[in-house]
């Protein structure tokens, strides 16, 4: 348990004298209780505390769900381009958030933005295989033999070994879900090159137990619900 005035400056959205105001005219509820002191003990992890309503991310790790637009950079900072945290409001720009594995610039989908260190290593770790699913669409038709050719294991021609990953063919010729258990660069667009296939349009749809929420709008985020982040953890 924390004071409730400390938890709230740490967020970086207000100062402790702008926190102290906030209480003292009444804005700030715990737990769905309007907090009566700054000195009122807190838990930052469990408690819901909310200004004016509107809930406050304060938890010592934040977790967000991005729905990825093309266009945008999966990186913190960039000398030339925007990067995924131009979405986010400046306070959230402010505490240590970066991408759990990266999206290409042209690619669209679930992007989990967080400052969790341990959590996004745990994810990434080639040894980990947490599968991720994409929606690929290609210049031309795909085939059985694309599927199967993915099944065994590529080699690309730079001499890029990849694991087993799954293709499975849609309605639509052009169109398949693919599943990757690794995250080399460009490498849905390396092996599809490979077959003679490039992508036109990818977008990443889970990632692990992590699916994308279809009803955030391109662009949108939201932080995860507490199952999603017991999920990722392996609850
Ligand atoms: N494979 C790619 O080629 N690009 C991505 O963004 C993700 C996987």
Redesign the pocket.
């Known amino acids: 348990m924390e004071r409730l005035d400390k938890i709230l400056s740490s967020t970086g959205r207000w100062s402790r004298r702008e926190v102290k105001e906030l209480i003292r005219t009444g804005r700030v509820t715990v737990d769905g209780r309007r907090a009566l002191s700054a000195e009122e003990k807190a838990d930052r992890d469990h408690s819901a505390i909310a200004v004016d309503g509107e809930a406050v991310l304060c938890a010592r790790y934040t977790y967000l769900m991005l729905h990825k637009p093309a266009g945008l950079v999966s990186a913190t900072e960039d000398p030339r381009e925007p990067t995924v945290l131009s979405l986010l409001p400046p306070h959230l720009q402010k505490i240590g958030l970066f991408p759990a594995g990266?999206?290409?610039k042209d690619?669209e989908g679930l992007l989990l933005l967080t400052n969790d260190g341990a959590l996004a290593h745990d994810l990434l770790s080639p040894k980990k295989h947490v599968d991720k699913i994409?929606f690929v669409r290609v210049e031309g038709a795909l085939e059985e033999s694309d599927t199967a050719a993915f099944a065994s294991g590529m080699t690309l021609s730079d001499g890029l070994q990849c694991l087993s990953a799954g293709l499975e063919r849609l309605p639509a010729p052009d169109e398949a879900l693919v599943t990757?258990r690794e995250?080399k660069y460009?490498?849905?667009?390396?092996m599809l090159a490979a077959r003679g296939k490039p992508?036109r349009y990818?977008k990443?749809l889970t990632m692990g137990p992590l699916r994308l929420d279809e009803s955030l709008p391109k662009g949108a985020w939201r932080p995860l619900t507490a199952e999603e982040v017991e999920a990722l953890r392996g609850g």
């Open positions: 990266r999206l290409d690619t994409y990757l995250g460009h490498q849905i667009k390396r992508v990818l990443r």
